[in-house]
T-cell receptor
Framework: AQKVTQAQTEISVVEKEDVTLDCVYE???????LFWYKQPPSGELVFLIR??????QNEISGRYSWNFQKSTSSFNFTITASQVVDSAVYFC???????????FGAGTTVTVRA | NAGVTQTPKFQVLKTGQSMTLQCAQD?????MSWYRQDPGMGLRLIHY???????DQGEVPNGYNVSRSTTEDFPLRLLSAAPSQTSVYFC????????????FGPGTRLTVL
């Protein structure tokens, strides 16, 4: 069974502060994908990033960066210099490499105040 | 491409009523799925399909039926609605070449009274 845990329920920051979202996962699969999705107040789900279990290299994409550590089963996500438009619910998710079923965490609500 | 479309956007039902949530995609994706989103629980998989004629149960299938007669359509049927089925329902699709990136529909907000 797969399990994704997002321990932070809500985070509130002032604009321009950095925000780090924690994600811890459990899986018996040796190969898998990890994802971050964003759900703005309008309700749609927006794909942000994907990382496969083969590659632990951490990357930066614009104001987003992620830290994948297989040894601790963590996949943390950071928004640098947050903006009001970053206010949303952020979901961490996991799937097997050849399995399209997604297991989601409970989500972290991020509020960025002007 | 319209992507993944869902109808209706909102629906109110009375306990015991039945209805079908519609989902369609025009991307020729072989894999389609239904999730429900409840506060504090993230999204949970209800049913999924790996191709026309093939469906299987996810984590929370009770009270729901699905069928997949075409590649494009994957309707979700509530046989006898219960208040516990009040939720937001998302349909998603993907295919192998997208590396498991799921494309989600806009969601259907269902209230069962």
């Amino acid at each position: 069974a797969q399990k994704v845990t997002q321990a932070q329920t809500e985070i509130s920051v002032v604009e321009k502060e950095d925000v780090t979202l924690d994600c811890v996962y459990e899986t018996r699969d040796t190969t898998y994908y990890l994802f971050w999705y964003k759900q703005p107040p309008s309700g749609e789900l927006v794909f942000l990033i994907r990382r496969n279990s083969f590659d632990e290299q951490n990357e930066i994409s614009g104001r987003y960066s992620w830290n994948f550590q297989k040894s601790t089963s963590s996949f943390n996500f950071t928004i640098t210099a947050s903006q009001v438009v970053d206010s949303a619910v952020y979901f961490c998710a996991l799937s097997g490499l050849n399995d399209y079923k997604l297991s989601f965490g409970a989500g972290t609500t991020v509020t960025v105040r002007a | 491409n319209a992507g993944v479309t869902q109808t209706p956007k909102f629906q109110v039902l009375k306990t015991g009523q039945s209805m079908t949530l519609q989902c369609a995609q025009d991307m020729n994706h072989e894999y389609m799925s239904w999730y429900r989103q409840d506060p504090g629980m993230g999204l949970r998989l209800i049913h999924y399909s790996v191709g026309a004629g093939i469906t299987d149960q996810g984590e929370v299938p009770n009270g729901y039926n699905v069928s997949r007669s075409t590649t494009e359509d994957f309707p979700l049927r509530l046989l006898s609605a219960a208040p516990s089925q009040t939720s937001v329902y998302f349909c998603a699709s993907t295919k192998r070449t997208t590396l498991n990136e799921q494309f989600f529909g806009p969601g259907t907000r269902l209230t069962v009274l």
